[in-house]
Every structure is written in structure tokens, then in C-alpha cells.
């Protein structure tokens, strides 16, 4: 029942959402080197170029191989390995113009922290983090800080959580990940918060969210995405908004497609993307350069035998819809106010006081809420709907029109 219920779900997202996208399309790009085929690479773009850092390659050993992109030529050029141990299992982020990578395991489980400096081209080590050395756990450079938690453990997965002041080179202790240990999570940051979940612990493959305060030390449980559970994919944020890119789905397997959805947190809502070509990937590696997302390496499991893709893409971000007026403005009729705490009116565009035809609204688990079949006012009562999002669609329509409720 929870499969199908997943299913139609996603299949409501993606005709609501994949009609505002169909321009939007990934183009294929230059790929690493051959002999830089690998998974857990870090990923990062800084002044305009975009790196890849270390992994582990087809053949399973791990490397400290250091490469730069340049989408102008759309080229990689090897620079010099980073210094630390070689590693797979890594984890990074960037803040302020610098990159911070770290832990992860070669021949031992890692705790250490780097931070990569572009214009001197030089990695300089930080202070270690005095928790348990771990593999994939989430990392979140923001706001001056670098929040570190989770993983898998030499004994186990973890839900520990820890806060690094850039400026003081110091490490201190915060509350636990509220929700079951787990590891290689998806993460990002955005405005005054950290966004964490999804993720494998046990025999769970995780769909649940979390928002955390720095301020308050404190966790709270937003909005889950609306579809299966998934681990190891590449995450990143972007003008306001939160991304989760391809990774496997609630078997540990690859999903067909490599899925892309997007996590608004003014409304708390997930939107489904165009998926990357082919089948999605196990722990590839990202970044974006002038609004354009690119994706490269990872490993696809579940179709035949393991393999490294040979093929990278980029996607445009920029032709996002960006608010529920640009959807509107497609449709027939409009709605106000948006959001909206009791009363919503509806009109017609062509000069008529109502839209005709049937009016049905949706919640974001495909839940018919209200169903009009004639109109007979513009006011619609909604003061007794849960805050959240909902759609609404007008008979004869191809587009909906997004709603939020509350406050």
C-alpha cells in the first residue's frame, strides 16, 4: 500500500511540476579523464572553475588526485594531489570563497578537516575533529560555521552532531540528529538553517527531513520528499532553494532515472525536476558554475555489473520557475492572496468575475480537498485546511496553480 501510495504520489508531482521544465534539458559535457573514473569524489566551484577531489576508482583503490574544470573550454587539468591522505568516502562543502573537505577512509577511518584556498592553490590542514573518525556523514559549510554529523562508524552509523568555527579553528559538540543513526545523507544550507535526511540506516532507506538551528541548537522535522527513500546521491543549494540529485532508491539499487527535486523552504515543498539522462547514480559528484548545475562520475549498481559512467551533464538552473505567480500567469484565471489564511479569491483573466467550469484542489499527497463542479462565488473558504501546500486546477487547464495555506 505505502509503494503505491509512493507511486501515484510521484506521479502527481511530476504532472504538476514537469510542465513548467520541458525547455529545460541537461546537454552533455566533457567528462574527468579515464583514469579519473570515480565515486565519493568531492566536488566544489569556486571564481568560476569547478574541482574534483580524490574517490575511489573503478578498480577500488582510493586516490588524493586533485583536478580543475574549466567551462569555458570545457576541459579538466590534472593539479597537484591534495595532501592529505587518499580517500574515498570523503565529504566537503564551501564557504566564503574557500572549500572544506574531509574525513571518509583509505587505509583507516578519517576525522581530519582541509580547507582549499583557489588563490593560492594551496590546501592547508585544520583542526581535527575530536569526535569518531567516519564515512560519509553530512557536511554543511554556512554561515561561518561547518556542521558535521552522522555517518557510518568503524562500529556503526552515527546520528552525532558537531559545529567547527572557521574563524577559531575550534570544534564543539551540538545536539544529536533527532531521528535514527544513519549515513551517506543528502545535505544543504539555506539562510539561517542546515537541512538534513534521507539517508541508509540498518535496513531503512530513509524519505524524512530536518531542519536544524544553529541559533537554538535545535532540530525540527519539515516536509519529506514526496517519493521513495534514497541515499548517496549530491545535494547543493542555490538562489534560496535546496537540491537533491540522482543517488538509489529504497532498494539500494539505481532508480530508473536519475532524479532531481528541489526543496523550497519558504513553503516547506518539494518539486520534482527533469531527472539526469540514463539511470540515477551511487555517489557521484557535483557543483555549479554560473547557474548551471554539472554532474559527473558516480557508479550505477542494479543494471548488470557495477560501472563507472563514462558520459557528464549540465542542467540549466536558471529557467526554474521561481514563484506561484509565473505559473499563474499560464493560466486562465487568478488567484489572491497567495498565501493565503482564510479567504481565497479566484477570477478570470478575460475581464468575467468567475472562471468557468469545474474547480478541483489538491494537497501535496494528491487528496482532493475541495471539488467545485460550478463555481458560484470567487471566495473560497480555506481557513479549515491545514497549513501547507495545495494546487489548484480549473477544468480545461494543462497548468495547476500553486497555494500556500497558513500563515
Given at each position: 500500500m505505502k509503494k503505491n501510495l509512493i507511486s501515484?504520489?510521484?506521479?502527481?508531482?511530476i504532472l504538476l511540476s514537469s510542465s513548467n521544465f520541458l525547455a529545460q534539458q541537461w546537454v552533455e559535457v566533457s567528462s574527468p579523464p579515464a583514469n579519473f573514473r570515480t565515486d565519493h569524489s568531492f566536488g566544489f566551484a569556486l571564481n568560476g572553475m569547478g574541482y574534483l577531489v580524490a574517490g575511489t576508482k573503478s578498480n577500488g583503490n582510493v586516490t588524493d588526485e586533485f583536478y580543475q574544470y574549466d567551462p569555458a573550454t570545457d576541459a579538466f587539468t590534472q593539479l597537484a594531489d591534495f595532501p592529505g591522505a587518499p580517500r574515498g568516502f570523503g565529504i566537503g562543502d564551501t564557504?566564503?570563497?574557500?572549500?572544506?573537505?574531509?574525513?571518509g577512509a583509505g587505509d583507516n577511518y578519517l576525522g581530519d578537516l582541509w580547507e582549499?584556498?583557489?588563490?593560492?592553490?594551496?590546501?592547508?590542514?585544520?583542526a581535527s575533529c575530536p569526535c569518531s573518525a567516519r564515512i560519509h556523514p553530512a557536511m554543511v559549510a554556512h554561515n561561518g560555521k561547518i556542521f558535521v554529523g552522522l555517518g557510518g562508524g568503524f562500529n556503526g552509523d552515527l546520528k552525532d552532531w558537531w559545529?567547527?568555527?572557521?574563524?577559531?579553528n575550534t570544534w564543539t559538540q551540538g545536539t544529536d540528529f533527532p531521528s535514527l543513526p544513519r549515513h551517506h545523507p543528502y545535505q544543504f544550507g539555506i539562510d539561517n538553517y542546515i537541512y538534513v535526511g534521507f539517508g541508509h540506516g540498518g535496513t531503512n532507506i530513509f524519505i524524512t527531513w530536518y531542519r536544524y538551528d544553529p541559533d537554538t541548537d535545535t532540530w525540527d522535522q519539515v516536509a519529506s520528499l514526496p517519493d521513495q527513500g534514497r541515499?548517496?546521491?549530491t545535494q547543493f543549494s542555490w538562489n534560496g532553494k535546496g537540491y537533491a540529485l540522482s543517488g538509489e532508491g529504497e532498494t539500494h539499487t539505481a532508480m530508473n532515472e536519475g532524479e532531481f527535486w528541489s526543496y523550497d523552504p519558504v513553503t516547506d515543498f518539494w518539486e520534482q525536476l527533469p531527472s539526469h539522462p540514463e539511470t540515477s547514480r551511487w555517489a557521484p559528484a557535483s557543483f555549479v558554475i554560473d547557474n548551471e548545475v554539472y554532474l559527473f562520475n558516480g557508479v550505477v549498481y542494479g543494471f548488470g555489473n557495477p560501472f563507472h559512467p563514462t558520459v557528464s551533464y549540465k542542467f540549466n538552473l536558471s529557467g526554474e520557475m521561481t514563484s506561484a505567480d509565473e505559473v499563474t500567469d499560464k493560466t486562465s484565471f487568478t488567484i489572491s492572496p497567495n498565501p493565503v489564511s482564510d479567504v481565497l479569491t479566484i477570477q478570470s483573466k478575460n475581464g468575467v468575475a468567475l472562471p468557468s467550469g469545474s474547480l478541483i484542489m489538491y494537497d501535496v499527497l494528491g487528496n482532493q480537498v475541495r471539488n467545485i463542479e460550478t463555481l458560484t462565488s470567487n471566495q473560497?473558504?480555506?481557513?479549515?485546511?491545514?497549513?501547507g501546500v495545495y494546487?489548484?486546477?480549473m477544468e480545461g487547464e494543462e497548468e495547476t496553480v500553486r497555494v500556500v495555506v497558513g500563515e
Open positions: 501515484a504520489l510521484s506521479c502527481l508531482l564557504w566564503d570563497g574557500k572549500a572544506y573537505f574531509g574525513f582549499y584556498d583557489p588563490d593560492a592553490a594551496e590546501w592547508t590542514e585544520l559545529i567547527y568555527d572557521i574563524a577559531t541515499v548517496a546521491g473560497i473558504d480555506v481557513s479549515n485546511l491545514s497549513d494546487f489548484i486546477r
